[in-house]
């Protein structure tokens, strides 16, 4: 039976288990999974099999037992592949806890997030526990004091960029429920249109994770493709016919050159649903360009799930660099004296979700929180008349110089469209030394001088003199994470590490602003 018309033969809620067990007798051959390995072979996984799989892996972790019933999570090094997937699944079925973490994060780290959760250390790997699973799971930690009126099905462990991953708990999927498989922002982007999907972002994030088990439960077939160049991601999109993506900007850009040569091999995909952060206005025109703009998506919210808005590519067009209407979202602009913004005035971006899972911040005490339950993520931003919102830059990216407040981030977005750099990011260079400026050349042998002048004319042309860049460093590459945003602490660290390559002297460039 062919995936994509996979009807459900109840509309009730049930256990994840149950649904395997309906896929599985529904359409057993179908393949749950196509698993992309070493950038050439790969290895189908029908559904039966993989069904099969969680759910002898489900009894396995159901038969964990500890030291007088402790409570315990399970930590695992999440990958874009077929261990993880089975994973996910099985603690589901199991009512296992899992921390989906990145594979990288040190020990260190892990714990110290763990304490902030009231969970850990870690103790040691599971397979010791799991005799016969071919696999190491990851680790075991113990509940030191578990706060939660309810059990949370997941956490995810990210925010790394600030150098403080938070353990973010989630209690979606404790049973599979076809009114909310897919839920509002899936269903949004023409999902249901959809048969083959193709996950190449890590699953320790809210969207990529979604992906993952909404794919599955909802009888879709799931390409995993972690670690894909441009070139096999060209690919694997046309040999498998992938009709549905989900990816960053920065995977948009390095895949648009090849892509705008191979046009032919996007002629399957309907939907791509780009999210983490902004997209470059001449990227995202790009890319609708190449595929239309009905089949290019934009959502904007964060893995603490406080709410969330959804854009089509018709949209953006008529509003170039919104990010969109809140989806089952309100959305509220607040300024520093705690009053909320008019339509246009910039201010701190709250939101607050509507119906089902409303509720859902808790264990989020980092957020900031109104009275009457908007919280933020920490952005700038404003709407317009219509409600489109417009992120401006984060709140912490704001800085005070001698000659008046500068936003980090915006300069290093006005600093990556110009043509000679492949890449810039700003930090604070103190009160009096303004805004210093990270770039990345594209050609090594670039007069800098030289260089630097274009750049404080290009900047002048478009930035109020607070926000121009007073120094220049020049590296070879911006410390990012696997989604591409600016790795923070690593940018301060390189910052400090390296002499400025030249400082803009006082009135080096008439203010044309």
Known sequence: MDGRHLVSATRTPRSVAARLLELAETAPDRNALICIHDQADAEPVAMAQFAKDVLELAGKLGDITLAENASFVLCHPARVDRETATLVLAALCAEV?????????????????????????????AVADLRGYECSLGSIALWRDQPYERRPTHFLLTSGSTGAPKLTP??????????????????????????????TLPVYHIAPCGVLVQSILDGRTLLLGGELDPAKTLEVIERYEVDWLLLTPDEMGRLLPLAQDRQESLRSVRTL??????????????????????????????TEGIGMTFLRGREWIERPRSVGRGLLTQIRIVGDDGTERAAGELGTVYMRRLGAGSNSTAGRPWL????????????????????YLYLHDRVAHRIDTAEGPAWLGRTAAVLREHPALADAECVDGGFDGGITALIVSHGEDADERQLHRQLAEFCAARLSSPQRPRRYLRVPAIPRTVLGKADRVAITRLAASQAPSATIPDGFVKNTT
Do not use: M, Q
């Open 273 to 302: 649903l780009h999210t983490a952060l902004p997209c470059p206005p001449d990227l995202k025109r790009a890319w609708i360009d190449l595929l239309g703009p009905d089949r290019v998506c934009e959502t904007y919210g964060g």
């Open 368 to 387: 900031h929180r109104t009275a009457d339950g908007f919280v933020s993520l920490g952005d700038a931003g404003f709407v317009d008349e219509g409600g």
């Open 97 to 125: 806890t899992l921390v989906l973490h990145s594979p990288e994060l040190p020990t260190d780290i892990l714990d110290g997030a763990l304490a902030e959760g009231r969970i850990g250390p870690s103790i040691g790997e």
């Open 170 to 199: 989630s209690w979606n999927y404790a049973d599979y429920d076809p009114r909310g498989i897919p839920d509002v922002l899936f269903r949004s982007t023409g999902w249901s249109e959809t048969a083959t999907h193709l996950l």
